[in-house]
């Protein structure tokens, strides 16, 4: 049989539902945004470090409600009363710790949204009382929202989450490359994200098939050298 080759295909990141792996260390976050509404006040704050499926459950919660997603850094006053017409998630709200136009724009959308009956969903990587918003009546919005957190993968959703980096570049490593790397990488969703990267980027310079010999080339490459005495 040919050996399958690496080819440079554009990455198509798959944000469905049925694309979203449910374990442990996600299942209380999936159900929290999966009950939608009647969250605490009708507010709920998702966080999680990098990668964890913030952006995924969001799109999720989207699908599901209609409702539309907007980034934080993006916000301006104006767009309050549009947005506000429907269920809104605004994703990274910490990136506007320093940006006071910003907050102001989500302290008004966060006012119309709730006056009008519907819900909001936030994100951030920290717990909310981490944000340092420099409003604070927003800051302390945020704080009083339900909280729900993403934890860091187990060992099944890490090898959920390079399964689905692997379809997402169109990439299908040899059965035994999956589980070779869950036992040796660095436990975090970024680490995950880099080594596919670079096994994809490795695989087509090479013109080969993602195989363990290549995962294990890049994984000891990544190694501190001994110490010798």
């Not at 999680?48 to 989207?62: E, Q």
């Not at 934080?72 to 940006?99: F, T, Y």
């Amino acid at each position: 049989m040919a050996e399958q080759l690496s080819f440079d295909l554009p990455v198509r990141q798959a944000l469905g539902r049925e694309d979203f792996f449910v374990s442990p260390a996600n299942a209380l976050a999936v159900a929290m945004v999966e009950g939608v509404p009647p969250w605490s006040g009708g507010r709920l704050v998702l966080s999680g470090p990098a990668r964890s499926g913030k952006t995924h459950l969001t799109h999720v919660w989207a699908a599901e409600t209609g409702a539309q997603i907007v980034s934080a850094s993006s916000l301006r006053d104006e767009d309050a009363p549009l947005l506000a017409r429907g269920p809104v998630a605004v994703e990274d709200v910490p990136e506007i710790a320093r940006d006071m136009t910003a907050q102001k724009a989500l302290f008004h959308l966060y006012n119309l949204v709730l006056s009008e009956g519907h819900a909001l969903l936030l994100t951030g990587r920290l717990d909310p009382a981490l944000w340092q918003l420099g409003l604070p009546d927003l800051q302390s919005r945020m704080q009083s929202a339900q909280h729900v957190a993403l934890s860091p993968p187990d060992d099944a959703l890490l090898m959920a989450i390079l399964t689905k980096l692997f379809s997402d570049r169109q990439l299908a490593p040899k059965p035994d490359v999956i589980p070779y790397l869950v036992a040796r990488m660095d436990r975090t969703f970024a680490a995950a994200e880099a080594i596919v990267e670079r096994l994809d980027r490795a695989a087509l310079a090479e013109g080969r098939t993602l195989t363990r010999v290549l995962a294990a080339r890049l994984l000891d490459s990544d190694s501190p050298p001994e110490e010798t005495e």
